[in-house]
């Protein structure tokens, strides 16, 4: 799990045992600085004593993102009551002095582990926290968890709207859940001073290519066609679409490339035109964008 943590407390200073003449300074006051979780909790709460484990090893692995704020209520009544707590585990994450999320019971640790990555992410005032979420966000997301990676890149983008690896990664979002109309539309929505930036170019990019994969046709039959016919250059063409549209972008490009060696003035040019599209679709570094561009250029300077 990537450290959302810009901060480096110490661990004693993650984790306190709170009470009611304490909350003010250890949840209301110290929430204006860094994300704060309340655990409601009691001795003889069963669900307590698997969660709260799970909890402090989720803020400590933070390493200063969040701290967290242990209340047994037998104890201390008094803000149990205001925020309603009526049964436990309850847990509270404060922000700017104000409760922002929460949630009752015990949850799994794959839920507590993104419980607290988002807050660390709403928190995350210094630049390496907020790199580091973004990270975090990207990797949920190749993982499938697109709701998660969609909450991850909000919470930055609440704090720092012209991020513009995080708008990105919210455009890819939605692109993965196949809402391109969303997907433009949040892109179009960019502000102006990352409009134009690499990061928006991709996914613009990305947008562009699954527009044209939707009018491609299966895989199975335009290889087919293509098969029966390699002179067949719409039908190798849209066999790339389909393929990058299928994530099989090296298979893609390698049809381009086909055509492009065949007739590289093909229909204007397309084949050379879609060939950069999904170049910039890509990292800069990918290997698929780094020998295709070695082979194009090789072809055009034979």
Same mark, same amino acid.
């Given at each position: 799990?990537?450290?959302?943590?810009? *901060?480096?407390?110490?661990?004693?200073?993650?984790? =306190?045992?709170?009470?009611?003449?304490? !909350?003010?300074?250890?949840?209301?006051?110290?929430? %204006? &600085?860094?994300?704060?979780?309340?655990? !409601?909790?009691?001795?003889?709460? $069963?669900?307590? %004593?698997?969660?709260?484990?799970?909890?402090?090893?989720?803020? *400590?692995?933070? =390493? $200063?993102?969040?701290?967290?704020?242990?209340?047994?209520?037998?104890?201390?009544?008094?803000?149990?009551?205001?925020? @309603?707590?009526?049964?436990?585990?309850?847990?509270?994450? !404060?922000?700017?002095?104000?409760?922002?999320?929460? /949630?009752?019971?015990?949850?799994?640790?794959?839920?507590?582990?993104?419980?607290? =990555?988002?807050?660390?992410?709403?928190?995350? #005032?210094?630049?390496?926290?907020?790199?580091?979420?973004?990270?975090?966000?990207?990797?949920?997301?190749?993982?499938?968890?697109?709701?998660?990676?969609?909450?991850? /890149?909000?919470?930055?983008? #609440?704090?720092?709207?012209?991020?513009?690896?995080?708008?990105? $990664?919210?455009?890819?979002?939605?692109?993965?859940?196949?809402?391109?109309?969303?997907?433009?539309?949040?892109?179009?929505?960019?502000?102006?001073?990352?409009?134009?930036?690499?990061?928006?170019?991709?996914?613009?990019?990305?947008?562009?290519?699954?527009?044209?994969?939707? *009018?491609?046709?299966?895989?199975?039959?335009? &290889?087919?066609?293509?098969?029966?016919?390699?002179?067949?250059?719409?039908?190798? /063409?849209?066999?790339?679409?389909?393929?990058?549209?299928? $994530?099989?972008?090296?298979?893609?490009?390698?049809?381009?490339?086909?055509?492009?060696?065949?007739? @590289?003035?093909?229909?204007?040019?397309?084949?050379?035109?879609?060939? !950069?599209?999904? /170049?910039?679709?890509?990292?800069? *570094?990918?290997?698929?964008?780094?020998?295709?561009?070695? %082979?194009?250029?090789?072809?055009?300077?034979?």
């Amino acid at each position: 799990m990537l450290e959302l943590g810009a *901060n480096t407390a110490p661990q004693g200073d993650l984790i =306190k045992e709170g009470s009611d003449a304490t !909350f003010i300074e250890d949840v209301v006051e110290a929430s %204006k &600085t860094v994300p704060v979780i309340v655990d !409601f909790w009691a001795p003889w709460c $069963g669900p307590c %004593k698997t969660l709260g484990p799970a909890l402090e090893k989720a803020v *400590n692995a933070a =390493k $200063g993102a969040v701290k967290m704020v242990k209340i047994d209520v037998d104890q201390h009544q008094g803000y149990a009551g205001q925020l @309603r707590v009526q049964s436990i585990p309850t847990v509270y994450a !404060f922000w700017q002095g104000q409760p922002v999320d929460g /949630f009752q019971g015990a949850v799994p640790g794959s839920q507590i582990d993104e419980f607290v =990555k988002k807050l660390a992410a709403m928190g995350g #005032g210094a630049d390496e926290g907020l790199e580091a979420a973004v990270e975090e966000a990207y990797s949920v997301l190749e993982e499938g968890d697109i709701e998660s990676a969609t909450e991850i /890149f909000q919470a930055v983008l #609440g704090e720092e709207p012209e991020n513009a690896k995080a708008y990105a $990664g919210l455009v890819s979002c939605y692109i993965a859940a196949e809402k391109l109309d969303e997907a433009e539309a949040v892109l179009n929505g960019a502000p102006e001073s990352i409009s134009q930036s690499a990061e928006l170019d991709a996914v613009r990019a990305q947008i562009a290519l699954a527009r044209q994969a939707e *009018n491609a046709g299966p895989v199975a039959e335009l &290889t087919a066609a293509v098969e029966a016919n390699p002179a067949d250059h719409q039908a190798r /063409f849209d066999l790339a679409n389909a393929l990058a549209a299928h $994530g099989q972008t090296q298979e893609a490009v390698d049809q381009l490339l086909e055509i492009f060696r065949r007739d @590289r003035e093909w229909n204007e040019g397309a084949a050379k035109t879609q060939l !950069f599209q999904i /170049f910039d679709a890509l990292k800069p *570094n990918d290997p698929v964008v780094l020998s295709g561009r070695r %082979k194009l250029s090789s072809m055009i300077f034979a």
